[in-house]
T-cell receptor, first 116, second 116 residues
Framework: AQKITQTQPGMFVQEKEAVTLDCTYD???????LFWYKQPSSGEMIFLIY??????QNATEGRYSLNFQKARKSTNLVISASQLGDSAMYFC?????????????FGAGTRLFVKA | GAGVSQSPSNKVTEKGKDVELRCDPI?????LYWYRQSLGQGLEFLIY????????KSGLPSDRFSAERTGGSVSTLTIQRTQQEDSAVYLC??????????????FGPGTRLTVL
């Protein structure tokens, strides 16, 4: 079964607007971590933001924030005030605390295009 | 400080040959991961090392794939008798505290393997 689902293969956003990238996950563990990474065309994977399953507040890092809905098992990434440099692939990932060892499962990714 | 480094950055080989890919993790990071990313796809977990523990090899696709980590630092991923379907970018990542809490993986630039 798919553990991490990113349903948007591609997204377009106008520069300076906000955009939400969707991610749902499936786990039976109570303890897990959720990550978002950015991969520009150059290929490097850049860590953006983390949400722990026990964190009560939604994580924020600069222009990045998470809309974490534990009951729905979703952790959507919100990018505010989009910039041209935000054009990239975005991957959602999960590490299960109990049953998954320390393996991290990645989604298929969403390609974001920021329009000038 | 220095990030994760990988070598070579590009490798072209002929079908049937063996290849070795190298990863130097961030100094002090006890966990090391290998992933494979085929063109336009997400990351596929291959293998995980943590300190002196037995590695988690559950993601290796066949017995042609193996990996070592010497002295808890440098790791080598070996692919024997390469096939064209092995062509991909091989990414290495390391992390500091896999035992709990946020376990952010920091990625190297990858090795692009092309099997002719």
């Amino acid at each position: 079964a798919q553990k991490i689902t990113q349903t948007q293969p591609g997204m377009f956003v106008q520069e300076k607007e906000a955009v939400t990238l969707d991610c749902t996950y499936d786990t039976s563990d109570q303890s897990y971590g959720l990550f978002w990474y950015k991969q520009p065309s150059s290929g490097e994977m850049i860590f953006l933001i983390y949400q722990g399953s026990y964190d009560e507040q939604n994580a924020t890092e600069g222009r990045y924030s998470l809309n974490f809905q534990k009951a729905r098992k979703s952790t959507n990434l919100v990018i505010s005030a989009s910039q041209l440099g935000d054009s990239a692939m975005y991957f959602c990932a999960m590490r299960e605390g109990n049953t998954g060892g320390f393996k991290t499962i990645f989604g298929a990714g969403t390609r974001l295009f920021v329009k000038a | 400080g220095a990030g994760v480094s990988q070598s070579p950055s590009n490798k072209v080989t002929e079908k049937g040959k063996d290849v070795e890919l190298r990863c130097d993790p961030i100094s002090g990071h006890t966990a090391l991961y290998w992933y494979r990313q085929s063109l336009g796809q997400g990351l596929e977990f291959l293998i995980y090392f943590q300190g002196n523990s037995a590695p988690d090899k559950s993601g290796l696709p066949s017995d042609r794939f193996s990996a070592e980590r010497t002295g808890g630092s440098v790791s080598t991923l070996t692919i024997q008798r390469t096939q064209q379907e092995d062509s991909a970018v091989y990414l290495c990542a390391s992390s500091l505290r896999p035992a709990g809490g946020q376990d952010t993986q920091y990625f190297g630039p990858g090795t692009r393997l092309t099997v002719l």
